[in-house]
Each structure stands twice: as structure tokens, then as C-alpha cells.
């Protein structure tokens, strides 16, 4: 479902890198990823989610976000199936920016959904940053070798 919105240099988000969220529920956006993100044209504005069957938070630079949903037709009278789609992908969003430190603020509903803890590791995966319980990526990392 996610053909790549059109930009001049192509998101390439990779890596891991651990960080804390902080009392504050701030984490650290490292600055490879924050820099990979302007360089490819988009900005600090970025948007959370959390698929349910993995209860990883994904964030995407905001543009990137809104291209690759509207590319998506949407029907006039919507069957069950688009329904959660719209639900989940435009209801079950939280708008997010960094600040000039880089931190992004965590919203609480965020944090259940992701069942964070305070150690994460932020994990590129191409064109967005996923947001881990850091052993939850230890598992998976292991999984994947």
C-alpha cells in the first residue's frame, strides 16, 4: 500500500539507535533520521501511529504521511473494511513535531497503545522511524538474522 510520494531524493531511513523516554515523555529523534528527513524536502512535522497487531509506533515526516493516504481511493459509501481503514489511519494519528533539541513529546494514548517502557530503540525501515521496547526489538532482531 505505500508506493513512494514523489520527492527529488528518496527517504532512506536506516539503522537503530537506542533512546529513553524521558519523565517529560520526550525521546530523542537521532539526527541521522531528523537529517535524512530535511534533506529529502520534508520538515520536523511528522505523524505517529501504532498498528494493533504489533504495537509498534511508527513515525512519518507529515508529507510523506499525506501522500502515500491519498494515493488510496476512498469510496463514497464505505463498506466495514474502509470504514477501519479511515479510522485507523486518519483517526488513530497524532500530529507530531521535533523541537530545536530534536525531542518529540509522546502523547499518552501513544505510549499505551505502543505498551512503551522507558528504554526504546528507534529502528529505520526505509521511509519511516518505528519505535520499540528496546527488548522487543532485541527479540525481533534476533529473529530476523
Not at 489511519?89 to 530534536?102: E, H, I, R
Not at 529502528?123 to 518505528?130: F, K, M, R, W
Amino acid at each position: 500500500m505505500e508506493p513512494i510520494p514523489s520527492t527529488e531524493k528518496k527517504l532512506f531511513l536506516a539503522g537503530e539507535y537506542d533512546a529513553l523516554l524521558d519523565d517529560k515523555n520526550r525521546i530523542l529523534v537521532c539526527a541521522v533520521f531528523r537529517n535524512e528527513i530535511l534533506e529529502c524536502g520534508y520538515n520536523s512535522s511528522l505523524i505517529c501511529r501504532v498498528a494493533k497487531n504489533d504495537r509498534v509506533a511508527r513515525l512519518y515526516p507529515e508529507k510523506y504521511y499525506r501522500e502515500m493516504i491519498a494515493q488510496r481511493e476512498t469510496k463514497l459509501v464505505s463498506d466495514e473494511d474502509e470504514k477501519k481503514f479511515i479510522d485507523s489511519y486518519y483517526g488513530k494519528v497524532f500530529p507530531l513535531t521535533w523541537d530545536a533539541q530534536g525531542r518529540v513529546g509522546i502523547p499518552d494514548k501513544i505510549i499505551k497503545r505502543a505498551a512503551m517502557g522507558r528504554e526504546l530503540t528507534l529502528v529505520g525501515t526505509s521511509n519511516l522511524v518505528a519505535i520499540w521496547k528496546r527488548q522487543a526489538w532485541e527479540d525481533r532482531a534476533e529473529d530476523i538474522d
